[in-house]
């Protein structure tokens, strides 16, 4: 039972549950950012651009051959891949990336600002008169 007992004191440890919420509440704010980017933002940069969808905006280096065959089934003409940079794909992740990052540090900082109020050293507190007699005679003793 020992073995178990530790790994139930791990488990829940706090900064394994803490850790264990924010990994779960990352992965659901990244698919809102991504909605936000490809559903509301980069479609009219895409409009503006052409007539396609901008996370489909690509240069294309070579392009595709589809498969020919004949009239019997045979291939006449093997199919060639498109070769091409999908900038617009690109674009969109780095967009995705800087809200989710932006988002996460703004979490950070108000968590931060929350610690710091709750370890507030309190002020220290006035010395007592016998600390105030002892730091006389220690100040007229260095003289």
């Known amino acids: 039972m020992g073995f178990l007992n530790e790994f139930k004191t791990f488990a ?3 900064n394994l549950v803490d850790t264990s919420v924010a990994f779960v509440m990352g992965a659901a704010f990244t698919n809102v950012s991504n909605s936000f980017v490809g559903g509301i933002f ?3 940069i895409g409009l503006i651009m052409s007539d396609s969808g901008f996370k489909d905006a690509k240069l294309v280096l070579r392009s595709g051959i589809a498969e020919i065959k ?5 291939i006449v003409t093997k199919s060639v ?5 999908t900038w617009g794909e690109f674009i969109n992740a780095t967009i995705n990336f800087l809200i989710v ?3 996460m540090f703004l979490v950070v900082k108000a968590l931060n ?3 710091k ?3 507030a050293p309190e002020a220290p507190a006035e010395p007592s008169a016998q600390e105030k007699l002892l730091m006389e005679i220690r100040d007229l003793l260095k003289k």
């Open 12 to 14: 829940m440890k706090g």
């Open 42 to 44: 980069t479609p009219p």
């Open 70 to 74: 004949d009239a019997a089934g045979n």
């Open 81 to 85: 891949a498109e070769v091409a940079i």
């Open 101 to 103: 990052a932006f988002a």
């Open 113 to 115: 600002a929350l610690k």
């Open 117 to 119: 109020k709750e370890e």
